[in-house]
């Protein structure tokens, strides 16, 4: 994504009680799952510089753990260990891009992106890390 703001949604699905957001946070990449109504973030160490382009993803992987990356780097991962999928095993809801468009993961309303997105991909499974460097070098 290329981001005008540092702020808002690069993709979204779910509702308030499960849901998965990746996003911009005061010009930071953020990772966050909610499971049971409880929001897990997993929050960037590492700046995005605004007006430029850059890959983020989030991982949520077999351990439980939320980790955010920054053109192939962790650059976060989220404290709590607890998500657990729904007992349907999936979440629920429509995947927007560019917002939260029903306002509910984040509790943030629907926070546009500002800026532009090139690529949306979404895997069930986990990337290993030079997958996932390949990937943030196209």
């Not at 990449?29 to 700046?47: N, Q, T, W």
Request: proline share 3%.
């Amino acid at each position: 994504c290329k981001s005008d703001s540092g702020e808002g949604v690069v993709i979204a699905q779910g509702r308030r009680d499960f849901g998965l957001g990746l996003y911009l946070k005061e010009n930071r990449p953020c990772f966050a799952l909610r499971s049971d109504g409880v929001l897990y973030e997993a929050s960037g160490s590492r700046k995005v510089p605004r007006g430029e382009w850059v890959h983020i993803a989030g991982i949520l992987d077999s351990d439980g753990r939320v980790q955010v990356f920054l053109n192939g780097e962790r650059v976060g991962m989220a404290k709590e260990r607890h998500f657990i999928l729904p007992r349907s095993g999936r979440i629920a809801g429509m995947m927007t891009v560019g917002s939260d468009t029903e306002g509910q993961i984040l509790g943030r309303g629907k926070y546009p992106l500002r800026g532009m997105i090139e690529d949306v991909r979404f895997y069930y499974g986990v990337l290993d890390n030079s997958s996932l460097r390949e990937w943030a070098e196209k």
